[in-house]
């Protein structure tokens, strides 16, 4: 069997790659709470969005370009709290380096890193949220008012054997206001293997029925701004989505290597400001060599594409920038999108890979196993 190459699989991928729930109000009306009802979406009539109120008129964004150490699978305990400390100690240098932030922004793996896991080796190390290690970064937010925002390997004792891929934001309190889970992950581009996480596409009738449809495209909404995340890459689609129900910050991770010109044209055609955040050299990380795959180039652009920070380093750093987020908000309104004329191609295609695929009881061992597993479930003949 081939060995799994870290830098081919992110070149691989390169190429594939508070809930609204029932509410209603008047057109102009900002939305002052939030319900737990799995009603649909209702939408203004003038183009506005649902928000809560603004207490700030400008904000600071900072991401945190951190390095990516895998803890070992035998004794992750000790390791997650060596990534904890770095974490934490990232923080604290990102406030004495530059202007106080309102919100941090790490990539996918800042707690557990990335190794090439077997199932069981893999949640043997995720987290639980909130757990242990969140109450760690959530003292942080507390003492600096900051809102936290990050990704992890995550498990979840609603998924029983299930490993998840979640980015969690910690607000100011040190309250976990969102756990988000992967929309979905490509299939059918690697050679000889396949992800195992399970995202919300290969369980979707079942995510629908626990959390409703609106978490489906989750909009977080703080008075900062609404906050969307994701670790997808190159799927215009989705990201349209989010600005349809009024994302105005999309904050999106990439653990690796990413492809700039896919956030740049993000933040354009969706008119939001948007964070691409990959982790730095990584020096003692395992098999993998301290640059593998493609490391630095976290950058902030403005909703016309504009870049307002970049990394140009594959060094750990921290880049920020302003966001007039009360100016923006008045002027902003959903994207145009003129459906008529091609809803009927979006409604009569069919993906390749049908969703539900991991609603069963048998889930693949490892990254080989997937490809086993996935073999035959295309629809594409």
Avoid at 20 to 31: Q, T
Avoid at 142 to 171: M, R
Wanted: aromatic letters at 12%; glycine letters at 8%.
């Amino acid at each position: 069997m081939k060995k799994f190459n870290r830098r081919n699989f992110i070149n691989s991928a390169a190429l594939g790659t508070a809930a609204l729930s029932g509410l209603s109000f008047k057109k102009g009306e900002e939305l002052l709470s939030s319900s737990s009802s799995k009603e649909d979406l209702k939408y203004n009539n003038d183009g506005t969005y649902p928000t809560v109120p603004l207490t700030k008129q400008n904000i600071r964004l900072t991401v945190v370009q951190s390095r990516v150490r895998g803890v070992d699978e035998k004794n992750p305990k000790p390791g997650l709290q060596a990534n904890i400390e770095h974490m934490k100690l990232c923080i604290d240098r990102a406030f004495n380096f530059s202007a106080p932030s309102d919100i941090l922004f790490f990539h996918e793996f800042p707690i557990t890193g990335f190794k090439v896991w077997t199932r069981k080796e893999a949640l043997r190390v995720a987290i639980e949220i909130p757990g242990e290690e969140t109450e760690q970064i959530a003292a942080k937010a507390k003492e600096y008012g900051c809102y936290i925002v990050f990704g992890s390997y995550a498990q979840d004792k609603d998924w029983p054997n299930h490993l998840l891929s979640i980015t969690t934001i910690i607000n100011p309190k040190g309250e976990v206001i969102a756990k988000h889970w992967k929309a979905r992950n490509i299939k059918g581009v690697f050679p000889g293997i396949e992800l195992y996480t399970t995202t919300i596409y290969d369980v979707l009738d079942r995510y629908v029925e626990m959390y409703g449809e609106d978490e489906i495209i989750p909009i977080t909404r703080t008075p900062i701004g609404n906050i969307a995340t994701s670790s997808v890459q190159r799927e215009p689609e989705l990201f349209r989505a989010f600005a349809m129900k009024g994302a105005e910050i999309m904050l999106r991770t990439a653990t690796g290597g990413f492809t700039p010109i896919d956030i740049q044209a993000c933040a354009m055609y969706n008119g939001f400001y948007t964070a691409i955040v990959n982790n730095a050299v990584s020096p003692d990380n395992g098999l993998f060599f301290e640059s593998s795959g493609s490391t630095g180039g976290s950058a902030i652009y403005d909703p016309r594409g504009n870049e307002m920070a970049h990394a140009g380093t594959q060094m750990e750093t921290s880049v920020g920038a302003s966001i007039p987020i009360g100016a923006y908000r008045q002027r902003n309104r959903q994207p145009f999108v003129h459906m008529d004329l091609y809803r009927h191609v979006f409604d009569k295609y069919r993906n390749a890979y049908p969703p539900n695929l991991m609603a069963g009881e048998e889930l693949p061992k490892d990254i080989y196993d997937a490809k086993r597993f996935f073999k035959d479930k295309s629809v594409w003949k």
